[in-house]
């Protein structure tokens, strides 16, 4: 986690400070802020940052308009709360949340969660090169399906010539449905791509994403071409 820019969005000053001072241990350089409408204005103009860590009951802006913020400029963002139902976890992986740690937490988990989101999402690899980390992935490669490319080394999406911009678990469904078009993909093979090294996503957060993903598609015309087989999962129509 080296070099790593992380903003912590916490209102409980101790819990503020004990996350910055434990990431910055680490290696990470963290910026504090105590309400969503301060870590909205570090979002704005203090940037740019690798990561937002925040919580949902903020005074100001909430946690999810800081998340929803985040996503917007291709942040990625860790929620810590106290709300653990799966209603909240969908909730938040609508708004774009890429992972969440319920409170109490313990900060190696949370430094690890970190880690993967980090690392997940394109921004630091596990083996850091001198200049802080960053870089393509070995072995990368970009699938190109009728009017959809996808770059896994650049980590980005394009439908019709148009940039999508994805959340680090729908750009692994789309890479899985690109990755073999014409197989119906189950909600469990879905959420085994997409989930990586963090717990299986339940069946509802899967069709969730899909249709985060359908939304998102909107305006290229190949809105439609991710198809549902009833009872059985996804798959790709011809695009």
Same mark, same amino acid.
């Given at each position: ?74 942040? !990625?963002?860790? $929620?810590?709360?106290? %709300? #653990?139902?799966? &209603?909240?976890?969908? +909730? ?5 949340? *890429? ?81 073999? !078009?014409?197989? $119906?993909?189950?909600? %469990? #093979?879905?959420? &085994?791509?997409?989930? +990586? ?5 339940? *069946? ?36």
């Amino acid at each position: 986690m080296a070099g790593a820019r992380i903003l912590v969005v916490e209102d409980d000053a101790a819990i503020n400070r004990v996350v910055c001072s434990y990431l910055g241990k680490v290696g990470a350089t963290c910026t504090a802020a105590f309400s969503g409408t301060e870590g909205l204005m570090h979002l704005g103009g203090g940037g740019p940052f690798d990561l937002v860590i925040t919580d949902l009951m903020l005074p100001g802006a909430s946690g999810e308009e800081v998340v929803a913020d985040a996503r917007g400029r291709g942040v !990625p963002a860790l $929620v810590l709360s106290a %709300r #653990a139902t799966v &209603a909240d976890r969908v +909730g938040l992986l609508r708004i774009g949340a *890429d992972d969440y740690l319920v409170k109490p937490f313990d900060l190696e988990e949370l430094a690890a969660r970190c880690e993967a989101v980090l690392r997940r999402n394109g921004a630091f690899s596990a083996d850091a090169d001198a200049d802080g980390g960053r870089g393509g992935a070995a072995g990368a490669s970009v699938l190109r399906i009728g009017a959809w490319e996808l770059d896994e080394a650049a980590r980005s999406f394009t439908a019709a010539g148009m940039p999508v911009r994805l959340t680090r678990t729908e750009f692994e469904i789309v890479r899985t449905l690109m990755a073999a !078009p014409r197989q $119906v993909h189950t909600k %469990r #093979a879905l959420s &085994a791509a997409a989930a +990586g090294d963090v717990a299986a996503l339940e *069946d509802k957060t899967v069709a969730t994403h899909i249709g985060n993903i359908r939304a998102k598609l909107r305006g290229t015309g190949t809105e439609d071409c991710i198809e549902t087989v009833w009872g059985v999962g996804f798959r790709l129509r011809e695009l």
